[in-house]
């Protein structure tokens, strides 16, 4: 059973960066494509970024490229996301998620999900 755990959530303003942790155990991590979500009140859980099992593939939301950056330390069983430029429309929960599969985009796809970090971006 995988176990993922996020952290590095927190309030920032407008403009500023933060790093989200996700770290994972219990399974083989290099066998896992994982993904960074984001769900607000009321909304359904969005895409934001993806990863695949090799490293060598990554995929964004649009409203995050050029902003966000996935990535990932295999030595550390560890997937990042650096969001830099944050705005208040970033402002969500940020759930990570492991896919038995190379890649993956879709919420359904997944198979494993972390407790989620709340990121709140003021104006």
């Known amino acids: 059973q995988v176990q993922l755990v996020e952290s590095g959530g927190g309030l920032v303003q407008a403009g500023d960066s933060l790093r989200l942790s996700c770290a994972s155990s219990g399974g083989t991590f290099s066998r896992y494509a994982m993904g960074w979500f984001r769900q607000t009140p009321g909304n359904e859980r969005m895409f934001v970024a993806a990863?695949?099992?090799?490293?060598?593939?990554?995929d964004y939301e649009d409203s995050v490229k050029g902003r966000f950056t996935i990535f990932m330390d295999n030595t550390k069983n560890t997937v990042y996301l650096q969001m830099n430029s944050l705005q208040p429309e970033d402002s969500a929960v940020y759930y990570c998620a492991a896919a038995k599969k190379p890649i993956a985009q879709w919420d359904v796809e997944y198979d494993y999900w972390g407790q989620g970090t709340q990121v709140t971006v003021s104006s």
């Open positions: 990863i695949s099992w090799s490293g060598d593939l990554t």
